[in-house]
């Protein structure tokens, strides 16, 4: 079974510049997450969705993040502008419902350095 | 108070040792409960999850103590491969999946 796909792998951008990050889930995934991890910490939810409704994004700072899953399988995630706080990894994951049990599987990364 | 706190470490055991690692969990209507672990510069992957009668997966065991919200992880006979980050990780009551900083463990020879 392919894993969690994400693109790219590195990105490198000046602040205030615009960059966008790929994700492709699991096959058969319904459920597709968005999180940052800054060096040092855990991973922080920044997006979820359900097929392609958004189950949550309390975290997501909206002023510059958007994220989108308009078919209900991939999903792009944007910042613009980028600020130099957002360097961190950009990880995507994945899982099957399952009431609260499910696993989630991530991608491996996109790693963000804003100079 | 963060949602999931543990120590961040790091542990720095000997190969062969036993090393056991806490977490605390302040939102009382979590309700699943797992351990993950991080490799350096890779992605998070789920090591085990950890029920209310404690579980156990070869050399690691899982505790959970609703009543302090409290959960651990227990290493035996600790080898270099397992040095890595340890992710606990608390549901938020829905579907949320809260994460702790990680404790980092440094197995040596």
């Known amino acids: 079974e392919a894993g969690v796909a994400q693109s790219p792998r590195y990105k490198i951008i000046e602040k205030r510049q615009s960059v966008a990050f790929w994700c492709n889930p699991i096959?058969?995934?319904?459920?597709l997450y968005w999180y940052q991890q800054i060096l040092g910490q855990g991973p922080k939810l920044l997006i979820q969705?359900?097929?392609?409704?958004?189950?949550?994004d309390s975290q997501l700072p909206k002023d510059r993040f958007s994220a989108e899953r308009l078919k209900g399988v991939d999903s792009t995630l944007k910042i613009q502008p980028a600020k130099l706080e957002d360097s961190a990894v950009y990880l995507c994951?994945?899982?099957?419902?399952?009431?609260?049990?499910?696993?989630?599987?991530f991608g491996p990364g996109t790693r963000l350095l804003v100079l | 108070r963060k949602e999931v706190e543990q120590d961040p470490g790091p542990f720095n055991v000997p190969e062969g040792a036993t090393v056991a690692f806490n977490c605390t969990y302040s939102?009382?209507?979590?309700?699943?409960f797992f351990w993950y672990r991080q490799d350096c510069r890779k992605e998070p992957k789920l090591l085990m999850s950890?029920?209310?009668s404690g579980n156990e997966d070869g050399r690691f065991t899982a505790q959970l103590n609703r009543a302090s919200q409290y959960i651990s992880l227990l290493i035996r006979d600790s080898k270099l491969s397992d040095s890595a980050t340890y992710l606990c990780?608390?549901?938020?009551?829905?579907?949320?999946?809260?994460f702790g900083t990680g404790t980092r463990l440094l197995v040596s020879p």
């Open positions: 990780v608390v549901n938020d009551g829905f579907q949320k999946l809260v």
């Open positions: 096959s058969g995934h319904a459920t």
């Open positions: 994951a994945s899982s099957r419902p399952r009431g609260g049990q499910e696993t989630q599987y």
């Open positions: 969705f359900q097929n392609n409704g958004v189950v949550d």
């Open positions: 950890v029920y209310s």
């Open positions: 939102n009382s209507a979590s309700q699943s």
